[in-house]
């Protein structure tokens, strides 16, 4: 079957501007996350939804970073007043939570701040 | 504060041999520990997973080894491949929450034929 689904593959924008990354999960799987790869730093957790649970925001890493996720589907991560900082891949899991733990990623967006 | 510490960064094999990477832990509450594997341009997929009631998991060429007590996990290729080149990444979670994985800063793994 399809799996994680991210667009767009590559997003160049200049400082100061807004982005949206998308994401399209496993169908039928209940849990999202946002995770960022930095050159050299691994992956660092993002955001976490479940559900109609409140999400876990708790790797934000400022208020210039939201996301929503819309019918317990399609997310969209975005990023205000982008800095060259921002710079990363930003990835994309979803799991079943039905005795399946596995984290399945996305291919990513990379994105590049000009 | 870095929870996952891997080890070594990059790592040069010949074809044939053993590679091992290492990771070591901080929060003794982790209780799930994966590894997974990323080619270029990819997303992370998982290679292997462990969970800390056991002391070795071996599927196929790759082997988790386990040690509790130091809070330290390693995964062994065997017989190593050039397709096996790619980066690696342990991590580690809390289970029953949002299990948000902690990972480890990757290695870069070369298996030269």
């Known amino acids: 079957g399809a799996g994680v689904s991210q667009s767009p593959s590559n997003k160049v924008t200049e400082k100061g501007k807004d982005v949206e990354l998308r994401c399209d999960p496993i169908?039928?799987?209940?849990?999202l996350y946002w995770y960022r790869q930095s050159l050299g730093q691994g992956l660092e957790f993002l955001i976490y939804?479940?559900?109609?649970?409140?999400?876990?925001k708790s790797g934000l890493p400022s208020d210039r970073f939201s996301a929503e996720r819309t019918g317990g589907s399609v997310s969209t991560l975005t990023i205000q007043r982008t800095q060259q900082e921002d710079s990363a891949v930003y990835l994309c899991?979803?799991?079943?939570?039905?005795?399946?733990?596995?984290?399945?990623f996305g291919p990513g967006t990379r994105l590049t701040v000009l | 504060q870095q929870q996952v510490k891997q080890s070594p960064q990059s790592l040069i094999v010949q074809k044939g041999g053993i590679s091992i990477i290492n990771c070591a832990y901080e929060?003794?509450?982790?209780?799930?520990f994966p590894w997974y594997q990323q080619f270029p341009g990819k997303g992370p997929a998982l290679l292997i997973a462990?969970?800390?009631?056991?002391s070795e998991k071996k599927e196929g060429r790759f082997t988790i080894s386990f040690n509790k007590s130091a809070k330290q996990f390693s995964l062994h290729i065997m017989d190593s491949q050039p397709g096996d080149s790619a980066t690696y990444f342990c991590?580690?979670?809390?289970?029953?929450?949002?299990?948000?994985?902690?990972f480890g800063k990757g290695t870069k793994l070369t298996v030269n034929p």
């Open positions: 899991a979803s799991t079943q939570f039905t005795g399946d733990d596995t984290q399945y």
């Open positions: 169908s039928g799987h209940t849990a």
């Open positions: 939804f479940q559900g109609n649970s409140a999400p876990d």
């Open positions: 929060n003794t509450a982790f209780d799930y």
């Open positions: 462990i969970r800390p009631d056991v």
């Open positions: 991590a580690a979670t809390v289970q029953g929450g949002s299990e948000k994985l902690v």
